[in-house]
């Protein structure tokens, strides 16, 4: 007999964003205003972000004048999206594209200016995986290019709770699995790269709030 192991990641999301268009809120992240305020200020323009969801930063990137590619492998997300961005007419600066990042980037080398992502490495990846993926990012940025990232804190009250499922992972009551970071991980997955910083924040309130690392790193010249 076969045991069932339950809904996939991708399920769960699926679900989730067909259940609520606004799963994380309208508003922006502070990360990602945060960010864009970074990249505006290097004069990077052309922008991939990895696990853009629904779009709340996406949709902020494109009205600040970035050249947005969102991937997600969410196809809920994406459609809502494109909806969201066809309305307002920002959708002739995106590129919408269903990827899971886990079998790489199918983009050409140096396509980027930056890339940004706002807790994707805090999903189910291992971190052999997400070394690959840091690779595959590395490949994709321009010389120069900057990655933007944030991830939950090993700080964060969250830590350590609901089901282990293997290294720093964990399953929460809603069915989502989280990865938590320390600063060493951080530091072994950014070989190769120039860290530029590494700061702490909060996202949100009590009992939803999230202890991140927020990451800036720069690919050699």
């Not at 991939?48 to 997300?77: H, P, S």
């Not at 790489?104 to 990846?125: K, Q």
């Not at 590395?138 to 090993?154: A, E, M, Q, W």
């Not at 282990?164 to 950014?190: A, P, W």
Request: proline share 4%.
């Amino acid at each position: 007999m076969v045991e069932d192991k339950g809904p996939t990641q991708e399920m769960i999301w699926e679900k989730s964003y067909s259940s609520k268009r606004d799963f994380f809120g309208n508003e922006p992240s502070e990360f990602g205003i945060r960010s864009a305020e970074v990249l505006k200020r290097h004069n990077l323009k052309k922008l991939l972000e990895l696990g853009c969801g629904q779009g709340r930063d996406t949709v902020m990137f494109l009205k600040n004048g970035f050249e947005v590619t969102a991937i997600d492998y969410c196809q809920t997300g994406l459609d809502q999206l494109q909806e969201c961005t066809s309305c307002n007419g920002l959708i002739k600066n995106l590129r919408l594209c269903r990827i899971d990042a886990k079998a790489g980037l199918p983009f050409p080398d140096s396509s980027f200016d930056a890339v940004y992502s706002h807790m994707f490495f805090t999903m189910e990846f291992t971190e052999e995986e997400m070394g690959r993926i840091m690779d595959e990012v590395k490949r994709v940025l321009r010389p120069g290019g900057y990655n933007i990232y944030s991830v939950r804190s090993d700080k964060d009250p969250h830590y350590g709770k609901g089901k282990h499922c293997g290294e720093d992972m964990y399953q929460n009551q809603m069915g989502f699995i989280v990865h938590f970071f320390t600063e060493e991980k951080i530091k072994r997955l950014s070989k190769g790269w120039e860290i530029l910083s590494i700061r702490q924040s909060v996202e949100g309130s009590y009992p939803f709030d999230k202890y991140l690392y927020e990451v800036t790193m720069r690919r050699p010249r």
